[in-house]
């Protein structure tokens, strides 16, 4: 159910927070204390023999990293428990539409049909009642059918939808213009024209992701209802292995921005951002080759975040969202 689903992201979180705290105490052991003659307290490096009288950043980047992870810890116990906190909710309504959400909404769409369709039970004697019984269930079955078609293809929209207005909110944090640490030692040739392409990109991909839903909605003369116009077969596989090729195109790019030398970028974090990027190009790439549904893609789009080390803060998730609004606005897309 959706708090499993939310137990096991929470999962995953605490297994990035545990390989960042593992790293964070490498680098913090590095540093050693020492005092003078007179005890006051100081702090040295074992190689370099660094002295410094703050308190080494490694070892604080450390108790950050243990207060991180003990939230998380506390956040998971409260979500076996059921209990929900604060924004939880709202967490789970945004989080990228999976399998498991398709089947809920597909169960909801069929059970709501079923109350709009009952079959009335009929003497097998009276022909005419018998007749409408028949006429009844093809009728139910077709509204079924379309039911299930639509909230498809309009989880597969919202599942776009989602992973790029992550992906647009990772660049603007990162190498955009307006950025004040900068991520991409090709930031540069990025600003100059790259960029522009890239949204054009991926304007045009979220733009052909909305002909899952059609071009129009029209009135079932059987049950005088509105429905969406939706791509169903051959045609919708079709359209979905274009899109997963170009937006893996479009990933593809914007890793390639931070993988360079880690010298053309100025602040310690950066730098170390690309070290990390050069260091997992390839098996990220074949990762991302190896991709068959965005699903997979989302779960890349997080490694892309996490090797940059950047937080999924209350920040991002507002970055993310606004930018969610705006594209499913442009759209035009109905809500799921």
């Known amino acids: ?4 689903n939310k137990v096991r992201l929470v999962d995953e979180e605490i297994r990035s927070v545990e390989f960042r705290l593992k790293e964070a105490r490498a680098k913090a052991e590095e540093w050693a204390d020492a005092s003078t003659e007179d005890g006051k307290i100081y702090y040295y490096h074992r190689e370099t023999r660094e002295t410094t009288w703050d308190f080494p ?11 991180e992870l003990s939230m998380l810890t506390i ?3 409260r979500l076996q428990d059921g209990i929900l906190d604060g924004d939880d909710e709202e967490d789970i309504k945004s989080t990228l539409v999976d399998d498991a959400v398709f089947s809920v909404l597909a169960e909801a ?12 039970e009929a003497s097998p004697h009276d022909s005419r009642k018998t007749d409408k019984v028949v006429e009844n269930q093809e009728l139910e079955s077709r509204v079924i059918e379309t039911r299930l078609g639509e909230v498809t293809c309009l989880g597969v929209l919202y599942r776009v939808v989602e992973l790029f207005s992550s992906l647009l909110t990772v660049e603007q944090q990162t190498i955009g213009p307006s ?9 540069a040739k990025w600003l ?7 949204l054009d990109q991926v304007e045009n991909i979220v733009g052909l992701a909305s002909d899952f839903r059609g071009k129009s909605s029209h009135t079932d003369e059987d049950t005088n209802s509105e429905n969406i116009d939706v791509l169903e077969g051959k045609a919708r596989d079709q359209l979905l292995k274009k899109l997963l090729s170009r937006t893996k195109d479009v990933m593809k790019r914007l890793y390639k921005q931070f993988t360079g030398s880690p010298y053309n970028v100025e602040q310690i974090k950066a730098q170390e951002a690309v070290v990390r990027a050069v260091r997992h190009s390839f098996r990220w790439n074949r990762a991302l080759d190896r991709a068959q549904t965005f699903s997979q893609l989302g779960l890349l789009e997080a490694q892309l975040r996490h ?5 999924t803060d209350s920040k991002f998730r507002r970055a993310a969202k606004s930018t969610f609004n705006i ?3 442009a759209q035009q897309i109905p809500p799921y």
Do not use: M
């Open 1 to 4: 159910d959706i708090i499993s």
């Open 57 to 67: 950043k490694p070892r604080a980047k450390v108790q950050e990293v243990e207060n």
């Open 75 to 77: 956040k998971r116990k």
């Open 109 to 120: 769409a069929v059970a709501t049909s079923k109350e709009h369709f009952q079959v009335t």
């Open 179 to 187: 950025v004040s640490c900068i991520y991409s030692p090709n930031q």
């Open 192 to 198: 100059r024209g790259d960029r522009d392409e890239w």
């Open 307 to 311: 090797i940059l080390d950047l937080k």
């Open 327 to 329: 594209l499913i606005k």
